[in-house]
Every structure is written in C-alpha cells, then in structure tokens.
C-alpha cells in the first residue's frame, strides 16, 4: 500500500489511509497518537455489530483484541513511512507473549490501543498493548511483528 505523499497527512489519521486492510478486515479506524521519540501511539477502535469477529457461539473470538492491536502497529508504521517519504514496510504478527483478556468490549463503543514498542532486533520488534474502553482495561500483553522493505524469502 501507498500513501499519496502529494496528499497531507496529520493525526488523528483515518486508518484506511495507512493499511492495506479493507472493510471488514479493517478493525481500526484511526491512529490518534504518535510519539517516535518515546516510540509509542495510539490507536482507536469499535467493535462492528456485524463484525466477522462476533458469533453466537463462543460470542466475541478471542483473535478480536490481538488483531486489533496488530492492525495498530501497521497504522504506526504506515504513518512512519509516510513522514520518511518513503513507503510502508511489509510487515507480519509472528508472536504474542502474555496476552491477558480481561473484558469483552461492547459492541460499537469506542476502545483505545495504547502502543509501546519495548525492543527492536534488526526487522523484529516487540510492542506492548493495552486494550482500554471506558477507561477499564480489556487486554494487554506483547506482540512480536516482524517488519521488512520486502517479503521475506
């Protein structure tokens, strides 16, 4: 995905603007935040009603927050690009470490994604999220993403 360098771009940011994924696969819908100095962000959300994710039975899948805060990072590297002029880096969810699922989110209410990068090995990174709505914490834990100029081979 290419982000029209011709085109401004300032937070908060539609997240369309910044990832590849389309409706329904899209969770987020925009960053909201970002600090590169303290290398974090922030990310907003709402649970569609018709949300592939919702069934009657188990409910809400578990993947629902994991994915959600993948689809932050993308939107933070998706914005990085574009202010270093150049495109967006490929990038893959490889991991997830202490992933606690604390609440379900309501359906259409606003969740928030607070993002921290914590450690960085040549493509590999390791983001911790936490998961907020109403204020409550939803889910936290870390995600390992691997983030390249191409598809690895």
Known sequence: M??????????PCAAERLIPHRLAMRLIERLVERDP???SGRVEARLAADSMFLSDDPGLL???LIEVA???IAAINGYDGFLAGSRA???FLVG???WH???LPEVEAAISVDLQQTFEFGAIKIVHGVIRQHGQILAEGDLRVWEGD????
């Open 150 to 153: 191409a598809f690895p081979s």
């Open 37 to 39: 100095l303290q290398l």
């Open 101 to 103: 699922c604390l609440g």
């Open 96 to 98: 997830v470490d202490g």
């Open 62 to 64: 578990s993947e629902y």
């Open 70 to 72: 993948a689809q932050g």
């Open 89 to 91: 880096k490929v990038g």
């Open 2 to 11: 290419e982000i029209r360098q011709d085109q401004p771009l300032s937070l």
